[in-house]
């Protein structure tokens, strides 16, 4: 044991002395040698006392401090084994090392010593306790229906290994009131019947009761099932309030009430469906109706017949896989056309505004707001940086005609023509992250939005007007409607009635998919403002090489899940997602080929064109790869993947789309 060296001074205190009497002696040598022989002897003597008194001492205090030492260990010991808590001590093998009764009597385990703690308690995770760094200890474990916080010291190295104390604190009551709480929580539901009006006109009057019957019956008894309380406020809208334990099993079920629906045959020649928006994990009830209002919406905005769950700020999406039914009325048409005039005139000026790479769609469309505008003498502008091939043949005819001289502006030009007092109509696109220049939605003193692309969780917020029509076949159908409601008489010129045409000529294939009546009515009004059908035609014509590339993507096509079409152009090109797109709806030509995806190269990664005949929801299998689009046709952008990767993904995202449609 160690003593401190400054002990050794307070011993040899008398130090001093003594080397004075030897110096008495010195002198005294020369006056008389026998005084001087009795000082040395005397000082040598107080040397050999001083000493022995000096080691005395030291061993007392050893002695001491080993007691000390002792009693300390033993009440630690004490303390350990009448430990409330259950207490032991593991090696980073596994073994127990020591342990307490209370750990004894707890989990009703004796003689424990080197038996691995992995046998007693396999719940306990050990690689977590020993981690390199160590850190404190602090889990949950819970076994035999019983809960325990554990903690413990750090993980100390002891020889060859790490040792640690472990504490277990039980808190069972607590976590039972806690998992009580949890499941006991409320959660806001509400149901809206999709195209109620519709589905009535589509029954006889002598069904229609029993058709409402049937759908109320449906929606009643699912909500019984879940221990739910249903409320009726609207002819075409329930509520349901349940407690969140059940909303697992709604979700396990993908939420059977949406076939069920689906199911009722009373003599509706057009099936019936109903959307489902879900609130939960909000911080109250209103908050959880805040959530289940944006749920329905998002439902809603997707083309209905499925079900939304909003969790905070989580969304998750179920359903989905029917078709969108046209509406036969054109009220919000004209409500939205009377509301973007009235938003027009208060502006000082209008900014237009699509998705990057604009299409012919979003092009007709910016050209039917730009009508609009100068109905009302108002200055419009419309944002076009980058665009596809189609576009550019456009433009070539719009560039030597005066009146749109001007118009078009590349993105610095627009900011700085927008201010507070600005309007910015977005159409064709509701996705900012897929906007030419979302800076811009700051800027604006108020949004528009009109697009009829599938809802996504990410759209524009802070909006004075949305027109979001999913079943619409393209934004120029909508904007010729809103067109068709103007105070003043319409009178496109010819240029804007072909863009607004050839819109909604690439949008549905060439009227194949997604075309209503509305959409033939539409076309039949911009055909008796001009349009001249074989400029149009013309316009889609392509070269040798284009018709050859779109050729061998088709020969390349693989075969997935029988039905499925899947190729790729492994070159990156600047304009090759028109040739990609076309390639896709070519494929849908195949005798027993229901789905098409055609992947090509770009600058930052991979890009896919999904389309399909209406049996498989491509916008759902591209959503999980971060696209999306509509039932039929959609899109997804994969950055920093090659094309291997990203068809890997791909299929992936398929397998799961039929797991999750089979369950």
Not at 490 to 515: I, N, P, Q, R, W
Request: glycine residues 6%; proline residues 2%.
């Amino acid at each position: 044991m160690e003593v401190n060296p400054k002990s050794g001074l307070y011993y040899m205190t008398g130090g001093f002395y003594i080397v004075i009497i030897f110096l008495l002696g010195i002198v005294t040598f020369f006056v008389n040698r026998y005084l001087a022989m009795a000082e040395i002897l005397l000082g040598l003597s107080l040397c050999i006392f001083n000493y022995i008194y000096k080691k005395h001492k030291e061993k007392k205090i050893s002695d001491m401090f080993e007691q000390m030492t002792l009693r300390i260990g033993s009440a630690t010991r004490n303390a350990l084994m009448q430990f409330p808590l259950p207490t032991l001590i593991i090696e980073s093998n596994g073994k127990i090392k020591w342990y307490n009764e209370s750990f004894c009597e707890t989990f009703g385990e004796n003689h424990l010593y080197d038996k691995v703690i992995g046998e007693i308690l396999p719940e306990l995770d050990t690689e977590n306790i020993f981690q390199d760094p160590p850190v404190p200890v602090q889990t949950t474990l819970s076994s035999n229906g019983r809960t325990f916080r554990v903690f413990g010291s750090q993980p100390q190295k002891e020889e060859k290994r790490s040792i640690v104390i472990l504490y277990f604190d039980e808190i069972t009551e607590y976590a039972d009131y806690k998992q009580k709480y949890q499941e006991e929580r409320p959660v806001s539901c509400m149901i809206f019947v999709d195209n109620y009006e519709e589905l009535l006109a589509s029954t006889t009057n002598a069904f229609r009761p029993h058709l409402e019957a049937q759908i109320y019956k449906q929606i009643n008894d699912w909500a019984g099932e879940h221990g739910g309380v249903l409320i009726k406020y609207e002819k075409d809208k329930y509520n349901v309030l349940f407690e969140y334990r059940y909303l697992e099993k709604m979700v396990q079920n993908k939420f059977e009430i949406l076939s069920r629906i689906r199911g009722i045959s009373e003599g509706n020649t057009i099936p019936a469906s109903v959307s489902i928006g879900v609130g939960a994990c909000g911080q109250n009830v209103a908050e959880n109706d805040a959530f289940a209002k944006t749920a329905i919406n998002m439902a809603l905005g997707r083309g209905g017949d499925q079900a939304v769950v909003k969790e905070s700020d989580q969304l998750n999406f179920y359903g989905g896989n029917s078709k969108e039914y046209e509406k036969s009325t054109r009220v919000k048409a004209r409500v939205v056309s009377v509301a973007l005039s009235g938003l027009i005139e208060n502006a000082n000026n209008v900014i237009v505004m699509s998705h990057k790479r604009a299409d012919m769609d979003s092009l007709g469309a910016a050209f039917g707001v730009y009508r609009m505008c100068r109905m009302q003498d108002k200055p419009v502008n419309i944002l076009l940086e980058s665009y596809d091939e189609t576009v550019k043949n456009m433009l070539d005819r719009l560039e030597n005609v005066d009146d749109y001289a001007g118009v078009l502006l590349n993105t610095q030009q627009a900011a700085a023509r927008t201010n507070g007092t600005t309007l910015l109509v977005v159409v064709d696109a509701h996705k900012p992250s897929l906007l030419e220049a979302p800076a811009l939605l700051k800027k604006a003193g108020q949004i528009v939005v009109i697009d009829h692309h599938r809802r996504g969780a990410e759209f524009i917020e802070n909006t004075a007007l949305i027109y979001h029509e999913p079943y619409a076949s393209s934004a120029c159908e909508m904007m010729t409607e809103i067109l068709q409601y103007v105070t003043k008489k319409v009178s496109l010129t010819k240029l804007e009635a072909e863009c607004l045409y050839a819109g909604m000529v690439v949008d549905t294939k060439h009227f194949t998919f997604k075309t209503g009546v509305r959409t033939f009515e539409a076309a039949s009004f911009l055909r008796k403002q001009g349009v001249d059908t074989v400029a149009i035609k013309t316009m889609f014509q392509q070269d040798l090489g284009t018709y050859i590339k779109r050729a061998m993507i088709i020969q390349n096509a693989e075969i997935f899940r029988d039905h499925i079409a899947v190729s790729a152009y492994h070159e990156f090109e600047e304009n090759i997602h028109i040739t990609i797109a076309q390639a896709a709806d070519e494929l849908l030509n195949i005798k027993g080929i229901t789905a098409s995806f055609v992947l090509s190269k770009t600058e930052n990664g991979v890009s896919i064109s999904g389309r399909s005949l209406g049996g498989i929801n491509v916008q759902v299998i591209l959503e999980k790869l971060g696209g999306g689009g509509h039932m039929t046709i959609a899109g997804a952008q994969l950055a920093e993947l090659s094309i291997e990767e990203a068809r890997e993904k791909l299929y992936q995202a398929i397998d799961d789309y039929y797991l999750e449609t089979v369950n």
